[in-house]
C-alpha cells in the first residue's frame, strides 16, 4: 500500500503565495509520474501540473506562469509552489503518484488539502 500526504493548504489573501507538498510513502520501488489536481465547489475535477519521473513538467493554461511543480525524489515528494493567487484558485487540491511496486503499477491520490484565495 502506498499513502500520499498534502500539507501546505490554508487561507491568503488575493496576489499571494503558498507552497504546498505530498510526500508517498509505503511499498514504493519507483514513483513515476506525479500531480496536482483541483476541485472547486460545484465544478469538475481539473490537472493543475504534471511532473514524470525524469523532471518533465505540464501546467493548465489558467496556472502556467503563476504555479510552479517540482519533486524530490529521495523523498518520494512533489511540491507546487503558487504565486499570484487569484479567488478562482480557490479549491481542494489533491496529488497523485503513479507507482511502481514488485513489477506492477497503480495511481494513488491524497486526501486533499484545502486553499482559500480571499481578502
Known amino acids: 500500500q502506498v499513502q500520499l500526504v498534502e500539507s501546505g493548504g490554508g487561507l491568503v489573501q488575493p496576489g499571494g503565495s503558498l507552497r504546498l507538498s505530498c510526500a508517498a510513502s509505503?511499498?514504493?520501488?519507483?514513483?513515476?509520474?506525479m500531480g496536482w489536481y483541483r476541485q472547486a465547489p460545484g465544478k469538475q475535477r481539473e490537472l493543475v501540473a504534471t511532473?514524470?519521473?525524469?523532471?518533465?513538467?505540464s501546467y493548465a493554461d489558467s496556472v502556467r506562469g503563476r504555479f510552479t511543480v517540482s519533486r524530490d525524489n529521495a523523498k518520494n515528494t512533489v511540491y507546487l509552489e503558487m504565486s499570484s493567487l487569484k479567488p478562482e484558485d480557490t479549491a481542494v487540491y489533491s496529488c497523485?503518484?503513479?507507482?511502481?511496486?514488485?513489477?506492477?503499477?497503480?495511481?494513488?491520490w491524497g486526501q486533499g488539502t484545502q486553499v482559500t484565495v480571499s481578502s
Open positions: 497523485s503518484a503513479e507507482v511502481t511496486w514488485d513489477r506492477s503499477t497503480s495511481v494513488y
Open positions: 509505503g511499498s514504493i520501488f519507483r514513483v513515476n509520474a
Open positions: 511532473i514524470s519521473g525524469g523532471g518533465s513538467t
